[in-house]
């Protein structure tokens, strides 16, 4: 993730410099402090986020305890674990207690379609998209994502309610081990 925004920051500085590199440590610890702050603005709990929308379909067409929003990649191993783990959690729990929105972030879409995780779609409480551009998309953008796995959960109010690191924290949420 780090390496990600270095490139990004780098790749700026170069466009506004004009020279490879040369942007200096307090741009770098500037734009730093105000990604980090906009993102604990974003993602604090109460935080409503209603005017966050998945291509056709909005937050607010989701009706149930808890929205997990799941953005992944075909390819990333440690998706891979949390998958199996998210496909526990809907067979687990209907529609009334979570609702699961997967944002695949690939470059290549036919990878997700070909992919076992989308087979699951039929699932009423499920929701699978494709973004379009993968970490450039608008909704990776949207979200400030910037790496696979992340995780968003949301409460039936589609309030911030926590930013699950792993499966364990996963499992802690939805009351199995």
């Given at each position: 993730?780090?390496?990600?925004?270095?490139?990004?920051?780098?790749?700026?500085?170069?466009?506004?410099?004009?020279q490879?590199?040369?942007?200096?440590?307090?741009?770098?610890?500037?734009?730093?402090?105000?990604?980090?702050?906009?993102?604990?603005?974003m993602?604090?709990p109460?935080?409503?986020?209603?005017?966050?929308?998945?291509?056709?379909?909005?937050?607010?067409?989701?009706?149930?305890?808890?929205?997990?929003?799941?953005?992944?990649?075909?390819?990333?191993?440690?998706?891979?674990?949390?998958?199996?783990?998210?496909?526990?959690?809907?067979?687990?729990?209907?529609?009334?207690?979570?609702?699961?929105?997967?944002?695949?972030?690939?470059?290549?879409?036919?990878?997700?379609?070909?992919?076992?995780?989308?087979?699951?779609?039929?699932?009423?409480?499920?929701?699978?998209?494709?973004?379009?551009?993968?970490?450039?998309?608008?909704?990776?953008i949207?979200?400030?994502?910037?790496?696979?796995?992340?995780?968003?959960?949301?409460?039936?109010?589609?309030?911030?309610?926590?930013?699950?690191?792993?499966?364990?924290?996963?499992?802690?949420?939805?009351?199995?081990?």
């Amino acid at each position: 993730m780090m390496y990600r925004i270095l490139i990004i920051l780098i790749a700026f500085c170069s466009s506004v410099s004009g020279q490879s590199g040369d942007c200096g440590a307090d741009f770098l610890q500037k734009e730093m402090e105000s990604r980090k702050t906009l993102f604990s603005q974003m993602y604090r709990p109460g935080n409503l986020m209603e005017n966050y929308n998945f291509g056709n379909v909005h937050l607010y067409d989701f009706k149930s305890e808890h929205t997990l929003v799941f953005f992944w990649k075909t390819d990333c191993p440690f998706c891979k674990k949390l998958l199996a783990e998210i496909r526990l959690i809907l067979q687990k729990n209907d529609s009334t207690k979570v609702q699961v929105i997967g944002v695949c972030l690939d470059e290549d879409k036919s990878n997700w379609e070909k992919h076992e995780f989308v087979a699951l779609n039929t699932s009423p409480n499920l929701l699978n998209i494709y973004a379009d551009k993968g970490y450039f998309s608008d909704i990776a953008i949207q979200y400030h994502i910037y790496a696979t796995p992340s995780m968003i959960i949301l409460d039936d109010k589609h309030q911030f309610q926590k930013l699950p690191k792993n499966q364990d924290e996963l499992r802690k949420m939805f009351g199995y081990n």
